[in-house]
């Protein structure tokens, strides 16, 4: 007993001191704010699945060691109801159930909430098979951005991040929304380090934001099977400084006004 308790005390306080090195259980700790809330869902089930687990394999072990067969075959006491036991084992799940259900719903408002005022709109076109981002200009003169890939993809096996795939880029600490949508097929538009995954589907439009709270380069994927290159479908997400996000778009700008068209990178 007292063993455990003092294992316990030094895991506890090997999580406090380590700080951030606190397990993700599987999961990333989400680069948006939206993300985040995920990820705090995630852990709570995590550790509710593991109380429940050490409740049902302590009482296992405890019942295997504890009436083991000793000697003598003596049949032990029997009986066959308990009601205050099963009143218990049924309420218990049913609270654990609610509890579960009540963070869910609360942490999928949050993060399917969007912003009456984004800062930018970028619509999110999946195609067979590739993406198009195409940004809203913001003061509603100027040509919106497009950046777009080649619907036949050039580099097979090239990881996401690679600048063959399109790359998708946001201001950091500002809310962005998203306008997905298809063209043909059920596309899955999903960036695993903002733990956010939403269907692209033809003749839907899927609105949602990313308020990014990390700076770096994230990869996407398509998680539908939609095709012969399905697997091409990659893409990248680049979340930077307000200011290198402004000079980006105004260059975009620069050069599709040039060229006429959107840019295919
Ligand atoms: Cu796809």
Redesign the pocket.
Known sequence: MRRGRVALALLGGALLLGGCKAPTFGAFRGATTQGRDEFKLWVGFVIAGLAVAAIVWGLIFWTVIRHRRRGSDAIPRQFHENVPLEIVYTALPFVIVLVLFYFTVITENRIDAVASTPSEVVHVL?F??GWSFTYDSSDGRSQGVQIATAAQPAALAQPATSAQYPQLVLPVGETTRVVLTSADVV??FYVPAFNFSRYAQPGVVNRFDFTPTTIGVFRGQ?T?Y?GLY?SE?LFSVKVVSRSDFTHWLAAQQASQARSGSGATT
């Open positions: 999946g067979r098979w596309h899955g398509c539908q939609c399905h479908m």
